[in-house]
């Protein structure tokens, strides 16, 4: 479930994204992911139980220690969790698939090279997108026009003004 208009559905309606193992160094994969997606318009809510026990935030967000404590959080602010983004081993992924059905995401994604069939099959038994072995930040770039964010050459000519990004 990874073609290209179910990459683009997803992108497009989830704008809140939970991201599990994300991490507050910001050479990391997890870090790095989560900043190219709030500075393109999403909100980010950090899952980690780490920062989370210190009352910590990353990227500005209140950190929590669960993807359930989390939606808890911001249903309490009338807003709801789109989508889970995994930054974890293929081995914890069970317990977080239950989460997002449990709190009702409409997608479980699974960065590169995370892979757990059981816990997708029952994510999508339940009615969520699944997204295996795909980095969102890539994806979004690749499908939204941002690969330029890292530093690569499209080589499309645009009259358009780039957007400076606030950071």
């Known amino acids: 479930m990874s ?7 997803v992108l497009a309606e989830c704008s809140t994204i939970a991201v599990v193992g994300l991490s507050p ?6 870090f790095f992911a989560a900043k190219y997606m709030q500075s393109h318009g999403y909100h980010i809510v950090p899952v980690n139980p ?9 990227l500005g967000e209140r950190c929590f220690a669960s993807v359930t404590e989390a939606a808890a959080a911001l249903a309490a602010q009338g807003r709801k969790i789109d989508m889970v983004d995994c930054f974890r081993k293929s081995e914890d992924i069970p317990p977080l698939a239950d989460e997002a059905i449990a709190i009702g995401a409409k997608c479980l994604w699974l960065q590169l090279g995370i892979f ?4 997708a099959q029952k994510a999508r038994h339940a009615g969520l997108t699944v997204i295996e072995d795909r980095c969102v930040k890539i994806e979004h770039a690749r499908l939204f026009g941002g690969l330029n964010w890292a530093g690569v050459n499209t080589r499309v000519i645009s009259a358009k003004r780039p957007h400076v990004l606030p950071y």
């Open 3 to 9: 073609d290209i208009q179910t990459l683009r559905t």
């Open 25 to 30: 160094q910001w050479h990391r994969p997890s």
């Open 50 to 58: 780490v920062v989370a026990r210190e009352n910590g935030e990353i």
């Open 116 to 119: 757990n069939e059981a816990a």
